[in-house]
């Protein structure tokens, strides 16, 4: 399943952020930097499941896609931890 959402935060800022948050999560849904590049990074979890962020700048802010087969929970609280793009703060409030 892929995801996506933007935020204001740079590219950079998002793929450290996700080495942090996938790492600190319970050892069951912890997933860890498995290689890394400009503009992504793929992580391996419990059971060699294997997660994919992208990230894409754009107008003041950065487009995020996550994509994996089981952790589509995981890469949502991952999202909804990251500052919306201010679009989506003007849409949604």
């Known amino acids: 399943m892929i995801q996506e959402i933007t935020t204001a935060l740079p590219p950079d800022a998002v793929l450290a952020e996700a080495k942090r948050f996938f790492a600190s999560r319970n050892p069951l849904y912890a997933a860890f930097i498995e290689k890394e590049g400009p ?33 589509d929970a995981q890469i949502s609280r991952f999202f909804a931890s990251l500052d919306p793009h201010p679009m989506v703060e003007e849409i949604t409030g």
Request: aromatic share 12%.
């Open 39 to 71: 503009g992504y990074a793929t992580f391996r979890g419990q059971g060699g499941e294997e997660l994919v962020i992208g990230v894409t700048a754009i107008d003041g802010g950065t487009r995020v896609r996550g994509s994996t087969y089981l952790f």
